[in-house]
């Protein structure tokens, strides 16, 4: 059973321009949410979404949007990329009756 | 706002030795998760603890839960260098829109022989 992936691992953009990264939950998950992992900090919550939905969202502007596809899996998307956008982005996932959350790995963002 | 404290955030202990990292919230939470991050890593979950006096116990690590006071421990018995990382806990708050999760800052566990 595969758990939750995330894709790619690793990316460098230039300031200004866009991102998008993509997370496949772990089967039989219904609910993704996206963090924020900056360097020497714990995560911070960007959005979660179900049923196609962004149900909750954290103190993160605009410029973070996101999707949910049909079968589950989720794109977060970051425009307008600053360097303090660098960082460790993690999506997790769960089922939406309060269920524990299973990290994917992580994609590494740094913005120069 | 919720907010997570942990304390201490750095920690060096020395092999063999015991010590207790506390984590202090805020507002009644659902259930807390501690984790552990390796350098460059995602998440490892550790603990999930559900009520109030819940303890669980895996090897040389230990967590507790005591809602009523807003505090959950984890305890390290006799530690061993493998155990060097950073440890998160983390309070679920489910509300009618969804649940998310508040980490603490985290404490960065250096062990040495």
């Known amino acids: 059973d595969a758990g939750v992936t995330q894709s790619p691992t690793h990316l460098i953009k230039t300031r200004g321009q866009q991102v998008t990264l993509r997370c496949s939950p772990k089967s039989g998950h219904d609910t993704v949410s996206w963090y924020q992992q900056a360097l020497g900090q714990g995560p911070q919550f960007i959005f979660q979404?179900?049923?196609?939905?962004?149900?909750q969202r954290g103190n993160f502007p605009d410029r973070f949007s996101g999707h949910q596809f049909p079968n589950y899996s989720s794109e977060l998307n970051v425009n307008a990329l600053l360097l303090g956008d660098s960082a460790l982005y993690l999506c997790?996932?769960?089922?939406?009756?309060?269920?524990?959350?299973?990290f994917g790995q992580g994609t590494r963002l740094t913005v120069v | 706002e919720l907010k997570v404290e942990q304390n201490p955030l750095f920690l060096s202990m020395q092999e063999g030795k015991n010590y207790t990292i506390y984590c202090n919230y805020s507002?009644?939470?659902?259930?807390l998760y501690w984790y552990r991050q390796d350098p460059g890593k995602s998440l490892e979950s550790l603990f999930v603890l559900l009520s109030n006096g819940a303890v669980k116990q895996e090897g040389r690590l230990m967590a507790s839960l005591d809602t009523k006071a807003r505090l959950s421990t984890l305890h390290i018995t006799a530690a061993v260098h493998d155990l060097s990382a950073t440890y998160f806990c983390a309070v679920d708050i489910w509300e009618t829109s969804g649940s998310r999760l508040t980490f603490g800052e985290g404490t960065q566990l250096t062990v040495n022989p």
């Open positions: 997790a996932s769960s089922l939406v009756e309060l269920t524990e959350a299973f």
């Open positions: 979404y179900y049923e196609e939905e962004e149900r």
């Open positions: 507002t009644t939470s659902d259930r």
